[in-house]
């Protein structure tokens, strides 16, 4: 099917066929535990994954993700210049690390280099992500974008100039957002959306496919679908909010019952969060559910041989269950397992991060503001 697939891109118009290859590697956590690091780490940066949905002013937010493993390769400017960026459904700005950066994050990246590119076009805006932990401030340009094959003109990025320390220890090195205009800092334009104003997608949608263990694999389709990616039918979900992939959530059940988000809850699906989280109390009951407890960083730990036999959870989403196995919302590092469902606090917004989609093939369709989902292949 997949040979087939991309004889069919051969033979169709450029702008049928933009698939982006993702590759899983290693975590912050994984490279900070290796060092010996993590534990002074997580002390210093502490999870906060709300904040990344609380933008306010026109200034984005984010928080330092330390699981966060999928990455793709862009180039900007003439000759192109690469980059590792995390496909980000939760923010909209592309923003890399600049030769104007001091920051210890910016010296182990890739920097652009602005006077190295003979179409790379200056302004005098600034542009500030705010993180849960610091912040990455910079300054807006626009150059010629290169992703998964095409060419994007006139691309509006953030150049960094300082960036939060712990961005040093991720493997990206910057971030390409895939929401909405709506919630851009600076005003700046998507990628997507300029992608589709330049007739560079033949529809307005986009389609993700995270692979499990394995390395590679794993793809961002723009302007195309792939039914070899999943199984059975889609289920199309209508967006509640048209700034993030914000969607309507009926209830989370283990073994028939409702253990969270009871009478109905809103969702957002998210490929830059690593977990699946929730209000505190919810996922409280879901780790209690399960035969997790919870210790003082909100790591919920389960012994590594009681996998087989951990139940399965349940997102009950318009009308349809989506199940994930115990193999799929724990993770192991070392000798030490952990559930995949975080803390959100009080906060009642939910994030469906990538322990959710790594089980779901999710289309992302901007001209009819919805989301599908179908179990993956």
Known sequence: MMKWTFVLCALVAFSE????????????????????????????????????FQAQ???????????????GVISLGTPPQSFKVIFDTGSSNLWVPSVYCSSAACSNHQQFNPQSSSTYQAT?????????????TGVLGYDTLEVGGITVSNQIFGLSE????FLENMVADGILGLAFPAIAASGATPVFDNMMSQGL????????????????????????????????SLTWVPLTSETYW?????????NGNAVACTGGCQ?????????????SSDISNMNAGVGATTDSYGDANVSCDNIQSMPEVTFNINGQAFTIPASAYVSQEYSSCTT???????????????????????????QNNMVALAPIA
Do not use: H
């Open 201 to 232: 997608v033949s529809q307005a949608l986009f389609s993700v496919y995270l692979s499990g263990d394995s390395e590679s694999g794993s793809e961002v389709l723009f302007g195309e679908t792939d039914s070899s990616y999943y199984t059975g």
């Open 340 to 366: 995949g469902f975080g803390d959100g606090g009080t906060d009642q917004l939910w994030i469906l991060g990538d322990v959710f989609i790594r089980q779901f093939y999710t289309i992302f369709d901007r």
């Open 57 to 71: 002013n026109g200034v984005e937010g984010m928080t330092n993700d330390a699981d966060l493993s999928y990455y």
């Open 124 to 136: 005098q805006q600034s542009l500030q992500i705010a993180y849960g932990t610091g912040s990455m």
């Open 17 to 52: 066929c933009i698939r982006v290859p993702l590759i899983k590697g290693k975590t912050a956590r994984q490279a900070l535990q290796e060092k010996g690091l993590w534990e002074e780490y997580r002390n210093r940066f502490p999870y906060q994954p709300m904040v990344k």
């Open 162 to 165: 300082t960036e939060a320390a």
């Open 267 to 279: 969702a957002i699906v998210d490929t830059g969060t690593s977990l699946i989280v929730g209000p």
């Open 246 to 254: 914000q969607i309507q959530m009926d209830s989370v059940t283990i």
